[in-house]
């Protein structure tokens, strides 16, 4: 049994119509391997981004709406960094 302590950057970017915004989002992720693949259900992860600058700087936004597109996008990031790295098989 191994802890493996990830992290990562992406960009996220949001067309509002008006303007392309492009935030980085910095993830810390945890997750436990035995014989080389992930034990499942040991995942967690860590998100940090500017929130206070985009409610200042975009109030109309739904941030309920734009938090859920941050978690979709990190478990996408997170999901295709460990199947590079072989820790869980591809998606067919």
């Known amino acids: ?9 992406f960009q996220l970017v949001f ?8 935030i980085p989002v ?13 034990v499942p ?14 409610e200042r700087r975009y109030p109309d936004l739904d941030q309920a709406s734009f938090q859920a597109s941050i978690e979709r996008k990190a478990d996408n ?3 295709k960094h460990l199947q590079e790295h072989g820790y869980i098989a591809e998606e067919k």
Request: proline share 0%; aromatic share 10%; hydrophobic share 45%.
């Open 15 to 22: 067309n509002l119509g008006f303007e392309r915004v492009e």
């Open 41 to 54: 259900d040991s995942l967690t992860k860590t998100m940090l981004y500017n929130k206070q600058l985009l």
């Open 26 to 38: 910095r993830v810390k992720f945890e997750f436990e391997v035995k014989e080389g693949n992930l």
């Open 1 to 9: 049994m191994i802890w493996m302590v990830e992290k990562k950057v």
């Open 77 to 79: 990031e997170i999901q």
